[in-house]
């Protein structure tokens, strides 16, 4: 059965496939990439299309400056871990993005939306690997497949306005993911990312073929 990845899925890879199962966007940065994966065998999906059935993922080194592009052959990916499955790990240390974490589960206990951590807190959760500083932010998917209300939005934005760090969510949708504080703020058009680009939207859960595709 075909494996289906999702944008934010967090991949674990094969360490004995690295040499011939990752191809970077820029050729220079082939081995700088690959020396990331070697430290840390995960990478993310890209919002992006497949490219000759290779999958489109972010690979992230120790810094922000050092993030790399590439594609990966699905028969490199040994786990996926998904931002919603992430909910259950241990958020144990102090840093405000994990303590705003914390307080959300507890509020959104009961949420009718499947939603989870993506970004460093993420990335820390599924490998371990020490990410999140002080400063950084928390990073949120959640899934509506069905529209929401804006005042649906302001619900779930006051939930996250005194977590003492920034919160940001995207709301992902059968065609692409937005910003929710855009949808918020009423914004219109909505950016929606999409895995072809970002367009202009009106209604990001029913697209008009005339949408504006940004460049």
Known sequence: MTQLFSPHDLLRIDSSSLAHSVVTEDAADSLAARACLERTPFAVVRRALQRNGQIPIGIRGRSRSQRHAAWLKPQAVSEVITPMSLLVSDATRSEPAFAALRTLRQRWRTLGFSWGPTGSVGFELACGVATVTPTSDLDILLRAPHAISRVEAQTLSAATADLGCRVDIQIETPHGAFALQ??????????????????????????????????
Request: hydrophobic letters at 40%; one cysteine or more.
């Open 182 to 215: 855009e949808f918020v703020n009423n914004s219109s058009p909505l950016l929606l990312r999409t895995s072809c680009g970002p367009v202009l939207v009106r209604d990001p859960w029913h697209l008009s073929q005339h949408e504006p595709v940004l460049a």
